[in-house]
């Protein structure tokens, strides 16, 4: 079945450093793939997103990219702010309504 | 706009009492799903509806799990009898439509410890 694997965390990054946080998928076809962070005591809400090979997505000032050709949907960003602190879920959506969850990478930010 | 509304927002209760969620997903919205979110095993899909049919209930954990949707703006989870490793998260998040490319949206969730 399709799966979403993240890198773990908690990544601890200092205020306006370099964000990177891997993600790769396993499906079959060709799926949309998403990003969703979680503030703190709130509910997940859409980052950004790629619907085909080559898209790139981006907002906020992050940004990732949908390559096939080594399944993978990075997250990005230049530089990071201490309120980007959160979690941050990579998914994908493979020609139904279900989402599938990565297991979420923490990030925290230090001034 | 009003976005996906959960209640209540905290519940505390005590092993073996019936505990229900609600969810009133966004106006317009067909789909509607329920998660569960816990540290040890991550965000969990429990079941999802379509035009307030359920789709798919295969992440129900057991009997004691059930969930209705009677009409467009409403959805409850409930749990009966409750039990302490039922502590958790819940999620409701809704979809304008089944597709693969369409965003859900979330509710704030519901955290429900049980003693």
């Known amino acids: 079945g399709d799966s979403v694997t993240q890198m773990e965390g908690p990544v601890t990054l200092s205020e306006e450093a370099f964000l990177t946080i891997n993600c790769t998928y396993t499906a079959t076809g060709y799926p949309s793939l998403f990003w969703y962070v979680q503030y703190p005591g709130e509910g997940l809400q859409l980052l950004l997103k790629a619907t085909k090979a080559d898209d790139k997505g981006s907002n906020k000032g992050f940004e990732a990219t949908y390559r096939k050709e080594t399944t993978s949907f990075h997250l990005e960003k230049g530089s990071v702010q201490v309120s980007d602190s959160a979690v941050y879920f990579c998914?994908?959506?493979?020609?139904?309504?279900?989402?599938?969850f990565g297991g979420g990478t923490r990030l925290m930010v230090k001034p | 706009d009003a976005g996906v509304i959960q209640s209540p927002r905290h519940e505390v209760t005590e092993m073996g009492q019936e505990v229900t969620l609600r969810c009133k997903p966004i106006s317009g919205h067909n789909s509607l799903f329920w998660y569960r979110q816990t540290m040890m095993r991550g965000l969990e899909l429990l079941i999802y509806f379509n035009n307030n049919v359920p789709i798919d209930d295969s992440g129900m954990p057991e009997d004691r799990f059930s969930a209705k949707m009677p009409n467009a703006s409403f959805s409850t989870l409930k749990i009966q009898p409750s039990e302490p490793r039922d502590s958790a998260v819940y999620f409701c998040?809704?979809?304008?439509?089944?597709?693969?490319?369409?965003?859900?949206?979330f509710g704030p969730g519901t955290r429900l410890l049980v003693l």
């Open positions: 998914a994908l959506n493979n020609a139904g309504n279900m989402l599938t």
């Open positions: 998040a809704s979809s304008i439509k089944p597709g693969g490319a369409e965003t859900q949206y």
